[in-house]
């Protein structure tokens, strides 16, 4: 591959650097400051605080009763994620398996969600759980995560799937295995890495979901995220300091959780099953 040198070249590649290095010093400048105004007594006009605490951390656990606010969103989270695993994978399965009329028009539906803004289809959807009568409840707030969580899973296990060689699956239904044993005994450790991608992916995106879990859930269903924006729109009554502790802990829940779903998965792996996946 022959490199232009040129100089138009080199100020085209400077401007793209210069512009990624920003992006991310400013980047980590926010972050930085989040996190030191969380921990500091005052902070004006000086570099860095006048003196340390960890007291707003306290404060906000109690002020913003966190402790119920994490059960919620954790029993929210993770019943996103075991019912789209269980939805997605079978589904993924009919589609890497089958080719039948219409394959790539379902696809293109199923891919819909995960391409438009939430808010598009969030509000025409809670109004209609608000009609059924779950909407503001529990069950609202899990059926409209379901909504982009199961095309996600579905999105990344079919390359997954599609890798696995059908002729494995054959041999053991002609030695007389049953379905659900070629399941458990062949494809379930064969996929147990996609799986773990697409859930873990599938738990960070719910955390982070604040439009669809916004309009759809209650004073007793709301996620760690809508907690956190009520929280900064209510900062004329509670300390900035605090609010800062909060969105700390919001940030080091997710960031964990996206850590250990990247150890699984390549996102532009999945970028690129997305165009592939779409209709010409």
Do not use: C, H
Request: hydrophobic fraction near 60%.
């Amino acid at each position: 591959m022959i490199r232009d040198t040129g100089l138009a070249s080199k100020l085209w590649r400077f401007a793209i650097w210069a512009v990624v290095v920003l992006f991310v010093l400013n980047l980590l400048g926010v972050i930085a400051a989040v996190v030191v105004d969380s921990v500091g007594t005052r902070w004006l006009g000086t570099w860095l605080p006048a003196g340390w605490t960890t007291r707003w951390y306290f404060q906000a656990w109690r002020e913003f009763q966190l402790t119920p606010v994490l059960i919620v969103t954790f029993e929210i989270v993770f019943t996103v994620v075991v019912i789209s695993g269980l939805v997605g994978v079978t589904s993924a399965y009919a589609l890497a398996r089958r080719d039948f009329p219409g394959k790539r028009l379902i696809i293109l539906i199923f891919l819909l969600p995960l391409l438009v803004p939430p808010l598009t289809y969030g509000i025409p959807m809670a109004t209609l759980l608000y009609q059924a009568g779950v909407g503001g409840k529990f069950w609202g707030v899990v059926l409209a995560n379901l909504v982009p969580a199961i095309p996600f899973v579905i999105l990344v296990m079919i390359p997954f799937i599609e890798q696995i060689d059908p002729r494995i699956e054959q041999a053991a239904r002609v030695f007389g295995a049953s379905t659900t044993s070629v399941f458990i005994r062949i494809l379930l450790p064969l996929l147990l890495p996609g799986m773990l991608a697409a859930l873990l992916l599938v738990l960070v995106r719910t955390l982070a979901m604040f439009e669809l879990t916004f309009l759809t859930s209650g004073p007793t269903s709301q996620t760690l995220v809508v907690s956190l924006y009520y929280a900064v729109f209510a900062s004329g009554v509670r300390a900035a300091q605090s609010i800062d502790a909060m969105a700390v802990v919001y940030m080091i829940t997710t960031l964990v959780w996206l850590v250990l779903a990247l150890q699984f998965v390549n996102p532009t792996q999945i970028v690129a099953r997305a165009k592939q996946q779409a209709p010409q």
